[in-house]
Nanobody, 116 residues
Framework: QVQLVESGGGAVQAGGSLRLSCVVS????????MRWFRQAPGKEREFVAA???????YYADSVKGRFSISRDNAKNTVYLQMSSLKPEDTAVYLC??????????WGQGTQVTVSS
């Protein structure tokens, strides 16, 4: 069973930065499309960013220019660098692994709280 473990969440003031990490177990990390999602209280889970196995990256419009996704295949780790954080970025951030069409595995999430 593939396991995903996120870390790096916390509390930060608006305008601040955080870097989230997600370590994935197993030997096939490099073949996965890795995604970050977030879910705020009372809201649906929403897509944040993706990193394809071939190097392409995608972002939600709400985070373009502020967030950056990257991956280190040697460490089985995907990162989400978040800058210029806003209170509306407050959510549980979840890491997900899968293929180009769907998510197959989810992490438990890490809380990010941005205060004004």
């Amino acid at each position: 069973q593939v396991q995903l473990v996120e870390s790096g969440g916390g509390a930060v003031q608006a305008g601040g930065s955080l870097r989230l990490s997600c370590v994935v177990s197993g030997r096939t990390f490099s073949t996965y499309t890795m995604r970050w999602f977030r879910q705020a209280p009372g809201k649906e889970r929403e897509f944040v960013a993706a990193s394809g196995s071939g190097g392409t990256v995608y972002y939600a419009d709400s985070v373009k220019g502020r967030f950056s996704i990257s991956r280190d295949n040697a460490k089985n780790t995907v990162y989400l660098q978040m800058s210029s954080l806003k209170p509306e970025d407050t959510a549980v951030y979840l890491c997900a692994a899968g293929d180009s069409r769907m998510v197959r595995f989810w992490g438990q999430g890490t809380q990010v709280t941005v205060s004004s």
